[in-house]
Structure formats: structure tokens, C-alpha cells
């Protein structure tokens, strides 16, 4: 009787833990998900004292014959990546005409976890215009990069970062060009770029993102609205992303944000870009925004991509008339770029009608959802306006091969046989 009291106590207890464990259990996620909301520590004196280091090497620009003050600066970036953790590297290139030179992009990995073949790329450049200290343009942007990567140290991510201070961006985006150039492999594993070009000058910050990036332009307006911070949207969206690094980016169709300054530097470019012209309580807003929507990015709440499925055109039809209307489904909420032909249009709704020339077409659509995960259909048909009906199956024409193959090998079979019963009958003999 006592040891069955006592087992009777065991087992109570064990139910008690149980339950507490089990009641506890959302405790533990609201924690994980409480993470999601957590507002970084972003150190103003590090941002400024970064910057000043940076600008106190001189003008780091490919049109002055000394390279000495580029060289100096991308190891003294490499040594600051060490220093917060990161997997470090430098990737050369020769920069080409007009400047016979060698460029030198620094690039500071932090691995993810179980999203690790996932990348976010965080972007400043470290070079200038001739004479020009570079302070805000964009001495400022590389101490922001560095500065996150500073904050993210004692933080585990699911996606891996590439935090990359290009160099030769004033000289037509040549680092970031030939970085892009060498890592096709690993076009399809970004997920987003963030580029951080001017962010020390005026009262305001802006941010331009094309319409068919809109969930990441979401993404930061979130982060924005939740530290009680204001963004402008689109800026320049011509000069912002087109003439920066952003560029090189968006050439293959990789989604893509630069945060930048709202008011024009009267400065920039000029001998008085200079740390005393700079503000640095907006470079460390901006620092709040990017840490803020990079770590939501880097571990993101949702990893199921959207479903898409394309109505109309039917894959392999082939049509006599070339109108159609482009008709597709998503299965969420979700940011739509369509490509024709491998080249993007950008976001079209479905029902738009289209009029294609005669040929061979690929309608692509590729669906990216609010944290960054892309799901896409593809459908290839024919517009020939000989052909007899409005539309034309093409495994019409697989059909007559099956059946072609069909008699051929019955033909086979039937040889065999009467060859077997031939042989058969001379032995007999
Ligand atoms: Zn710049």
C-alpha cells in the first residue's frame, strides 16, 4: 500500500511537470516571437568613430594615382569584421578601362543555421569621388553596415548574411558589378539586398524600392512604424537605385532596397564632405531600421513560398490569334514580377491583356511573400497564325511519335518471331 502511495505521488508529480511544461510551452514562443520585436542597442559614438577612422585614410578614389588610402581602408574594414565575428575575405578584381588598377571589395559572412543557403546581403560602399573625404558619401554607410554587424554577434540567424563594403562604386558600381558577375552561382540564393548609401546628412531618411519589391519595402516601413521612426518612400527612384550599387542587383532581377538621406548633400562629391557636415543621429536611425528589418528577414516567422499557377496561356498550346490575356493564381498575399522571354516587366495584374509577336514565348511568374520566400510558374506556347484552330495542342505531335513507335516495335517483334520459328524448323531437318 505504501509503495503504491508513493508510485501514486511520483506520478502526480510527473503530471504536475507535465502540465506546467505543456502550459509553459507557448510562454517559450511568445519569446521567440518577442525576439522578432526586439529593438537594438545601436551605438551612435561607434557609427561616428567608424566613420572618422574611415575618412581620416584621405580620399579613396581610382581617379588619384595613389591607391595606398584604398588599400588601407578595406584592411581596416577586414579587421573590424574579424573583430565582430564574421568570416571574412577580400575579393579582387582588375578594374579596367580608363583606371589600371585593382580593385578590392571586403566581404564579412555570418553564417545562418537551418536556412543557411539563404542570403540577405547588407551594402555600403568605402570608395570616393577625387579629393572628396567622403564622410556622408558613403564613409557613413559602410559604419552602419559595420555596425550591425556589431549588434548581430551575440544573435543566432536562419538566413546568412553577407555584409559587403564595395569599392569603385563612384567609378560606374565596378565592385559590386564584378562581384555580381562572379557569383551568378549564387543569384538565386539571395533573397534580398540592402544598400546603405548616404544616411548622415539633413533630418530625414528615404528608401526606393521597385513596386515588384514591395514586401521588402513593407518589411522596413514595419520595422519604421514599431521605433516610432518616419521613412519617406521613393525618394529618387531612378537615381537611388539605378546609379548606386543597388544596380548591379537589380540587373538580375534580385530584390533589392537602398536606404539613403531625403534631402540632397550640397556637399557630397566635394572637399567638404566631412565628418563636422555630418549627422550621425540619422545614421544611427537608419542603423535601427536596417538591424531591425535584416533580423526579421534573417528569421523569418513564415518559410513556405507562395504558390503560383499560371491559367492562361495553356502550356504548350499553340494559338492562331496573338491577343491573349495573362491570367494566373496566388496562393497568398505576395509581391508579383512577371518575366517574358527572361526579361522582368515588373508587376502585372492578372487579366492584363497582352499582344505577342509571332513565335516561341516563356511567360515566368515568380510570387515573393512577406518574408522574403519566392515560388514561381513557367508556361512556354506558340502564337503561329497559320495554324488551323485558335489553339493547338502540341502533344498532338507526340501522339503520332507513340504510335509510330508502337508499330515499329511491333514490327521488331514480329520479325523475331517468325526468324525463331524459321530456325526452329531447320533443326528439325
Ligand atoms: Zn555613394
Known sequence: MLMMKSKNR???????????????????????????????????????QITKDIVD???????????????????????????????????????????????????GVKYGSNLKDQIVIISAHYDTRPLSPGADDDASGVAVMLEIARLFQNYSLNRTIYFIAFDGEEAGMRGSRNWMEKHEDLKGNIIAVVNVDMVAYGDNLSVSCLPQYSWLNNLFQASVESLNLTLNEERTRKTGLIYGDGGAFLNSYIPTIVIAESTINPYYHTEDDTIENANFSLAKDAAKIVAKSVYRLANPEDITPPEVKIEYPYPRHTYKYP??????????????????????????????????AEGTHVIKIRAIDSMGNAGWDTVTFRINPKAYYSTQTWENGTAYTTIIAIILFLTFLATSIMMLKLKRKSKRK
Open 10 to 48: 511520483i506520478n502526480a508529480i510527473s503530471a504536475v511537470i507535465f502540465i506546467f511544461l505543456f502550459f509553459s510551452m507557448p510562454a517559450f514562443t511568445l519569446q521567440v516571437c518577442a525576439a522578432t520585436n526586439l529593438d537594438f542597442d545601436v551605438s551612435q559614438a561607434n557609427i561616428e
Open 57 to 107: 585614410y584621405g580620399p579613396r578614389s581610382y581617379f588619384d594615382s595613389n591607391e595606398s588610402s584604398r588599400q588601407q581602408v578595406s584592411e581596416f574594414i577586414r579587421g573590424i569584421m574579424e573583430g565582430y565575428g564574421l568570416q571574412t575575405s577580400f575579393d579582387e578584381f582588375y578594374v579596367g578601362k580608363p583606371f589600371d588598377v585593382t580593385g578590392r571589395n571586403v566581404i
Open 323 to 356: 491577343y491573349n490575356s495573362l491570367i494566373y493564381n496566388v496562393s497568398e498575399n505576395s509581391s508579383i514580377d512577371v518575366f517574358i522571354d527572361g526579361v522582368s516587366l515588373g508587376y502585372i495584374e492578372s487579366g492584363h491583356p497582352i499582344f505577342w
